[in-house]
């Protein structure tokens, strides 16, 4: 899945605010004076740590300085503000600042932790406060918010959460607005994260879609697509909701006949689940294992892995020439690459962006790298045994590795990269020869940018059932594509479907 890559990219909204994903919905009975006045009498006297935390502390200097909260506080604020990515930002600002070890777990648990729980965390503040959080400011809100996280999702004690977060907000916003931040949180730490569920969520049996955006704080329009995707469970989208708040393994590659998994296990990895050449990282920075360092191995989803090499294992009577059409950053295209070498075939690698096609150039050892657009090709037809279509989508399959994505992600990009996704797919089954195999991908099991885009060519191509070149794995569906799941198989949600051109 390629987010930003120009050809179709991600539809950006408004940054994360209660109410515009669905799980801010105003309900009667449920927030406003009527949460107002149950979150009141439960924040008072719930215990000697609520009663006393975070009492202001007038008269006092310059609060100290936590660099690990700052640094988490800071990077709400860029996605905020500048819609960075956290993901991208959040090892720059621990280098930056020489943040390590414990308070570099901290920094990146408090961040990441509160951009996913951020649709649960607004309807539990706006059961504690005078106003919605929509009309809090921006600053002052993103602290709280942090403190929300460390009283309902961690193991910090409660004085200490609020306490943290009150010269958070003295020392970033101002001593004013820390009266507010510190009503509000003794409010919070009166109550469990269970137990603010049940005020705050409506009722399962009442409103299952409602409930499960507010628990597990997903907008309404991605649990409405991921029920669909499973098929209408309930129980098994609370499942997969589940699975995206949880902080993913890090999964490497070993590239073959360049490095090996038993190099990486030697490095400190453990031997991974399905792919034979995927290792599980525990702890520690890939970057420090010697293999990763020269690009023999690297940082790859087990099902971005297996999705590629399901295409390599479809047989071919001539077997030569392949193309990664849409190859930016290049976690594929670094494996296909070096399978191609082992085989004797050669692969291209193509992106629309230049800044896309340079990461490929630098994952990949013998491949041709060029920028192109799939969709206006720059190779002649039925050039290719192979092609690789890991399309731009939604990324609805890797919410759990990009923690503010959901919140960016607007239903109304979805008719136009639909539409991007059917003239790449139409361009790739011209760049194959008759005979050739085209793999279709998508990082998202949304039904609209997977099972249909895929009928729409069902006359021109035969669909493979692609189950049968992922022996390693099952639970993959009915057939004849491939869906991963986090809740199944721990990966990304990875779509996969191949189609062998008539």
Same mark, same amino acid.
């Given at each position: 899945?390629?987010?930003?890559?120009?050809?179709?990219?991600?539809?950006?909204?408004?940054?994360?605010?209660?109410?515009?994903?669905?799980?801010?919905?105003?309900?009667?009975?449920?927030?406003?004076?009527?949460?107002?006045?149950?979150?009141?009498?439960?924040?008072?006297?719930?215990?000697?740590?609520?009663?006393?935390?975070?009492?202001?502390?007038?008269?006092?200097?310059?609060?100290?300085? =936590?660099?690990?909260?700052?640094?988490?506080?800071?990077?709400?604020?860029?996605?905020?503000?500048?819609?960075?990515?956290?993901?991208?930002?959040?090892?720059?600002?621990?280098?930056?600042?020489?943040?390590?070890?414990?308070?570099?777990?901290?920094?990146?648990?408090?961040?990441?932790?509160?951009?996913?729980?951020?649709?649960?965390?607004?309807?539990?503040?706006?059961?504690?406060?005078?106003?919605?959080?929509?009309?809090?400011?921006?600053?002052?809100?993103?602290?709280?918010?942090?403190?929300?996280?460390?009283?309902?999702?961690?193991?910090?004690?409660?004085?200490?959460?609020?306490?943290?977060?009150?010269?958070?907000?003295?020392?970033?916003?101002?001593?004013? %607005?820390?009266?507010?931040?510190?009503?509000?949180?003794?409010?919070?730490?009166?109550?469990?994260?269970?137990?603010?569920?049940?005020?705050?969520? /409506?009722?399962?049996?009442?409103? /299952?879609?409602?409930?499960?955006?507010?628990?597990?704080?997903?907008?309404?329009?991605?649990?409405?697509?991921?029920?669909?995707?499973?098929?209408?469970?309930?129980?098994?989208?609370?499942?997969?909701?589940?699975?995206?708040?949880?902080?993913?393994?890090?999964?490497?590659?070993?590239?073959?006949?360049?490095?090996?998994? @038993? @190099?990486?296990?030697?490095?400190?990895?453990?031997?991974?689940?399905?792919?034979?050449?995927?290792?599980?990282?525990?702890?520690?920075? /890939?970057?420090?294992?010697?293999?990763?360092? @020269?690009?023999?191995?690297?940082?790859?989803?087990?099902?971005?892995?297996?999705?590629?090499?399901?295409?390599?294992?479809?047989?071919? =009577?001539?077997?030569?020439?392949?193309?990664?059409?849409?190859?930016?950053?290049?976690?594929?295209?670094?494996?296909?690459?070096?399978?191609?070498?082992?085989?004797?075939?050669?692969?291209?690698?193509?992106?629309?962006?230049?800044?896309?096609?340079?990461?490929?150039?630098?994952?990949?050892? @013998?491949?041709?790298?060029?920028?192109?657009?799939?969709?206006?090709?720059?190779?002649?037809?039925?050039?290719?045994?192979?092609?690789?279509?890991?399309?731009?989508?939604?990324?609805?399959?890797?919410?759990?590795?990009?923690?503010?994505?959901?919140?960016?992600?607007?239903?109304?990009?979805?008719?136009?990269?639909?539409?991007?996704?059917?003239?790449?797919?139409?361009?790739?089954?011209?760049?194959?020869?008759?005979?050739?195999?085209?793999?279709?991908?998508?990082?998202?099991?949304?039904?609209?940018?997977?099972?249909?885009?895929?009928?729409?060519?069902?006359?021109?191509?035969?669909?493979?059932?692609?189950?049968?070149?992922?022996?390693?794995?099952?639970?993959?569906?009915?057939?004849?594509?491939?869906?991963?799941? %986090?809740?199944?198989?721990?990966?990304?949600?990875?779509?996969?479907?191949?189609?062998?051109?008539?």
């Amino acid at each position: 899945m390629k987010q930003g890559r120009g050809q179709g990219g991600d539809a950006r909204g408004a940054g994360p605010r209660r109410g515009q994903g669905g799980a801010g919905q105003a309900r009667p009975g449920r927030g406003g004076k009527t949460g107002q006045g149950r979150a009141g009498q439960g924040g008072a006297g719930q215990g000697a740590a609520a009663a006393h935390a975070g009492q202001p502390r007038q008269g006092r200097g310059r609060p100290p300085r =936590d660099e690990a909260r700052n640094a988490a506080y800071d990077l709400m604020r860029a996605v905020d503000e500048r819609d960075a990515y956290a993901n991208l930002l959040m090892p720059t600002l621990l280098r930056q600042r020489r943040i390590t070890g414990r308070d570099a777990a901290l920094a990146t648990e408090l961040a990441y932790g509160t951009l996913r729980g951020l649709g649960t965390y607004d309807e539990v503040i706006a059961a504690c406060s005078d106003r919605p959080p929509e009309e809090v400011d921006p600053p002052l809100l993103d602290a709280v918010r942090l403190g929300v996280h460390q009283l309902l999702r961690t193991r910090i004690p409660p004085h200490a959460a609020v306490s943290a977060t009150i010269d958070l907000v003295r020392l970033r916003v101002g001593p004013g %607005p820390s009266r507010y931040a510190n009503a509000v949180l003794r409010k919070v730490a009166g109550r469990t994260l269970e137990q603010w569920l049940e005020i705050v969520a /409506p009722p399962r049996a009442q409103d /299952p879609i409602g409930n499960l955006v507010v628990t597990y704080s997903h907008p309404r329009w991605i649990v409405s697509a991921l029920r669909d995707a499973v098929g209408g469970d309930v129980d098994e989208t609370a499942a997969l909701l589940e699975a995206d708040n949880e902080r993913p393994r890090v999964t490497l590659v070993a590239r073959p006949g360049r490095a090996t998994v @038993e @190099e990486l296990v030697a490095a400190g990895a453990e031997p991974a689940a399905y792919s034979p050449y995927a290792a599980y990282l525990p702890e520690g920075d /890939p970057g420090a294992i010697p293999a990763v360092g @020269e690009a023999r191995a690297a940082v790859q989803d087990e099902a971005s892995q297996l999705v590629a090499l399901a295409l390599t294992r479809v047989p071919l =009577d001539r077997d030569g020439s392949w193309l990664d059409m849409c190859a930016g950053p290049g976690g594929k295209a670094g494996l296909l690459d070096a399978v191609a070498t082992q085989r004797g075939a050669r692969l291209l690698g193509a992106d629309v962006q230049y800044h896309r096609a340079r990461l490929v150039w630098g994952t990949t050892r @013998e491949a041709k790298v060029i920028t192109a657009d799939g969709t206006r090709p720059a190779w002649r037809p039925g050039a290719f045994d192979r092609v690789m279509l890991d399309a731009p989508c939604t990324g609805l399959g890797a919410l759990r590795r990009r923690p503010e994505a959901r919140w960016r992600r607007d239903p109304r990009s979805i008719p136009e990269l639909t539409a991007l996704q059917r003239r790449l797919l139409d361009s790739a089954l011209e760049a194959v020869r008759p005979g050739g195999v085209v793999a279709y991908v998508t990082c998202s099991p949304h039904l609209a940018e997977t099972r249909a885009v895929v009928e729409d060519v069902r006359d021109r191509a035969e669909v493979l059932d692609a189950r049968a070149f992922l022996p390693e794995v099952s639970g993959l569906g009915d057939g004849p594509y491939a869906q991963f799941w %986090p809740h199944r198989h721990g990966t990304d949600a990875m779509f996969l479907a191949l189609l062998r051109r008539a």
